[in-house]
């Protein structure tokens, strides 16, 4: 059984950053896609960032891109997302989710695999 835990998040000030770190257990993770999610109260589960099995490829949502990065090591077997230049509007509980497709998709339907999230709180 794929475990997903995600760790790293916490309490930052806006313009802060924070790295959050999903450890995969029970399989490989150079065999999925790997993306991270992030859902507010009252919002759906949206879309932050992805790569590719390789780590070849990575997507990220406008709202995110050039704060955000995505990575991951599959030696390690890891993903992590490094957050900078925070704003208020990046609070959320931040999702690590697994896909078995070599080409990560954007709707969080397609994922097969899912952490229980962390959360992360950008004080203004």
């Known amino acids: 059984q794929v475990q997903l835990v995600e760790s790293g998040g916490g309490l930052v000030q806006s313009g802060g950053s924070l790295r959050l770190s999903c450890v995969v257990s029970?399989?490989?993770?150079?065999?999925?896609?790997m993306a991270w999610f992030r859902q507010a109260p009252g919002q759906e589960r949206e879309f932050v960032a992805a790569?590719?099995?390789?780590?070849?490829?990575?997507f990220y949502a406008d709202s995110v891109k050039a704060r955000f990065t995505i990575s991951r090591d599959n030696t390690k077997n890891t993903v992590a997302l490094q957050m900078n230049s925070l704003k208020p509007g990046d609070t959320a509980v931040y999702y690590c989710?697994?896909?078995?497709?070599?080409?990560?998709?954007?709707?969080?339907?397609?994922?097969?695999?899912w952490g229980r999230g962390t959360q992360v709180t950008v004080s203004s």
């Open positions: 989710a697994a896909d078995r497709t070599a080409i990560p998709g954007l709707a969080y339907e397609t994922y097969d695999y």
């Open positions: 790569t590719s099995r390789s780590g070849g490829s990575t």
């Open positions: 029970g399989g490989t993770v150079s065999r999925y896609a």
